[in-house]
């Protein structure tokens, strides 16, 4: 049975490997001495670049991996942020877990880099890292790419932020709310796109009113322990409360069945992205949803970038449509 727990459902693709380093050249290694990705010949990989963090300087997670065709002309750059509920998940799932994710990317002209960032308490520890500092890190790890653009060979320009689960509320958020970039040194309208992939949180009150007497009602606390319990707490880390700033073309995604039912994953998901849409388009920005009632959190990410794969053509339609 599909997960009965939101923790899971947000989660589900950080669970599929477990953190680890992956091979490759150092983090002090430039483009040109890098070694090939043995599963993707025509592509080189860095793993573990280290990123420059003043919020966090030392932090073993300031790391990010690069991948790029071989042989190409500057590129522009598409930052995947993982999933994992806020408290796991890393950088290596998506290529790990689901394998056409970042091939996809490459096809599509994009070079590709994966982040990891400092991960919150579980629920029952002191909160020591909230979603807003793992936007900061993000956002840092932006502004190392941004100036090392011509070493990587990189188009600053036209950057598109791309998250699943968790990491869909983060880069909703670092779309929203300019104050990460700009704090970073990165400047906002740099971003062309955000893709969020199924998450709740982009009105976190609003999400919350949602899950009361649902099926995963049990996961308020987690919620809570995150944003805070009150609503100015979650509003600030909320993406719906910067919506009269310059906010980036911005896609949502939600999967599951019976999203007209209401207490289920598939609705709350649906609700929560109409919701965020309305209120950009109100705004005047530029917003869109799909969901697609056949897939669930797990084959969402898992089936990315395969043939015929109705999430991912709607990507593409959107993305070419800028």
């Not at 693709?13 to 010949?41: F, I, L, N, R, Y």
């Not at 941004?146 to 990491?167: F, K, M, N, W």
């Not at 992205?273 to 920005?285: D, S």
């Amino acid at each position: 049975m599909y997960a009965i727990t939101f923790l899971l459902m947000l989660g589900a693709c950080g669970q599929k490997a477990s953190p680890h380093t992956t091979s490759g050249v150092d983090s002090s290694a430039s483009a040109d001495s890098a070694v090939p990705d043995t599963e993707q010949p025509s592509t080189t990989a860095w793993h573990d670049l280290e990123y420059t963090n003043s919020s966090e300087p030392d932090a073993p997670t300031n790391r990010l991996d690069l991948y790029k065709r071989e042989g190409t002309d500057p590129q522009p750059l598409v930052l995947l942020v993982h999933g994992g509920s806020w408290v796991g998940g890393d950088k290596a799932n998506f290529a790990d877990a689901a394998a056409h994710f970042i091939p996809w990317w490459i096809a599509q002209g994009y070079t590709v880099a994966a982040v990891n960032f400092r991960l919150a308490s579980r629920l029952g520890e002191p909160l020591t890292v909230s979603p807003k500092e793992q936007a900061t890190d993000i956002a840092h790890a932006l502004a190392w790419l941004h100036a090392h653009a011509d070493e990587y060979r990189l188009i600053p320009q036209d950057t598109v932020l791309v998250g699943y689960s968790s990491g869909a509320h983060l880069v909703a958020l670092l779309g929203a709310d300019d104050t990460y970039l700009e704090a970073a040194g990165v400047p906002h309208e740099r971003l062309a796109a955000t893709i969020s992939l199924d998450v709740h949180a982009y009105d976190v009150p609003y999400a919350l009113s949602l899950m009361v007497g649902s099926e995963v009602e049990q996961n308020i606390p987690l919620i809570e322990h995150l944003f805070g319990t009150t609503e100015e707490e979650q509003m600030s880390a909320s993406p719906i409360a910067f919506i009269d700033n310059r906010v980036a073309p911005a896609m949502m995604v939600s999967v599951d069945a019976d999203p007209d039912q209401p207490g289920t994953h598939g609705y709350i998901v649906d609700q929560t992205a109409q919701h965020y849409a309305a209120a950009l388009q109100a705004a005047g920005h530029r917003a869109q949803t799909f969901h697609d009632p056949s897939e669930n959190h797990d084959s969402l990410a898992i089936g990315f970038g395969e043939a015929g794969d109705a999430v991912t053509q709607q990507v593409e339609a959107f993305l070419s449509s800028q």
